[in-house]
């Protein structure tokens, strides 16, 4: 049996403690951390109050192929690309920050964080293994979340070329085209 | 607003900007470097700098600080959000923010 360094484990519940506190499914914590489940359950009841959500992760990329989603997941995928490319982070770490500053963003602009953190880091491991990527708008040059192999130069994003509906509901903290 | 108005000013701006930097480096120092745009090597000189030496480099005739989205008119049509109505303009600035976190080219 290896032994296990105190310090790693303070620094793999602090990490569970933040991913926790963003409303991480268990799923996640079981794969970003060494805790034991027992140990992971005991600290969601702590922090969260009441115990995890059961079921099954989403995981399908479709619903990032939806309108909305597709807007949101594009935002926290720029700013997780962001913070990769401007210093060395643990992979879950930058999911943690990029998450934390992608729900500074949406609240700024009055919308509805619809993207979760579990979500999020579903997206990175797509991104990852190639599920999924990001293509360059021909229109404003800015990169959203595509499926592989869209073709780059006719690509319109999901803001400059919107479906014929979208965007004309009234809900509160869902994204307006007028 | 005369020349001794104007330095005044700028060296106000200057050391706010600087102080700003500098918590948030110390409090997030990744999240910090998306905030502020510089560079990792910036933001370990701004993290290190005592106050005599903020003081030192916030004064003179120019801000130490620029904007992020340069002459980017994309950028601009859409944090000004010409002609449209007020419904769309939090999806314009949505907009605006995608095209400006994928500008990292510019940190490095």
Known sequence: ?178 | MNADQILTEIREANLSYLMLAQSLIRSDREQALYRLGISEESASLIAMLTPAQMMKIASGNTLLCRFRMDEDDMVWGLLLNHGKSAANDATARLHASILLAGRHQEAA
């Not at chain 1, 296990?4 to 933040?18: F, G, H, N, W």
């Not at chain 1, 991913?19 to 996640?28: F, P, S």
């Open chain 1, 1 to 178: 049996m290896r032994s296990k360094s105190i310090l790693t484990e303070a620094k793999q519940i602090s990490r569970a403690v933040a991913l926790i506190g963003l409303g991480a499914r268990l799923q996640v914590l079981e794969s970003e951390t060494d805790l034991s489940y027992e140990r992971l359950l005991r600290l969601y009841k702590e922090v969260a109050g009441k115990s995890p959500s059961k079921g099954q992760l989403p995981f399908s990329t479709d619903w990032f192929m939806t309108w909305q989603p597709n807007i949101h997941a594009s935002l926290f995928l720029n700013i997780h690309e962001y913070l990769n490319k401007s210093s060395a982070l643990d992979e879950i770490d930058a999911v943690i920050k990029g998450y934390q500053l992608y729900l500074e963003e949406t609240s700024a602009q009055g919308l509805e964080p619809l993207l979760s953190v579990t979500r999020a880091w579903r997206l990175v491991k797509f991104v990852d293994n190639g599920m999924l990527t990001m293509t360059k708008c021909s229109k404003c040059g800015g990169q959203f979340v595509t499926h592989p192999h869209e073709i780059a130069r006719h690509y319109e994003c999901a803001l400059c070329n919107p479906p014929a509906r979208a965007g004309k509901g009234k809900a509160a903290g869902a994204i307006r085209m007028h």
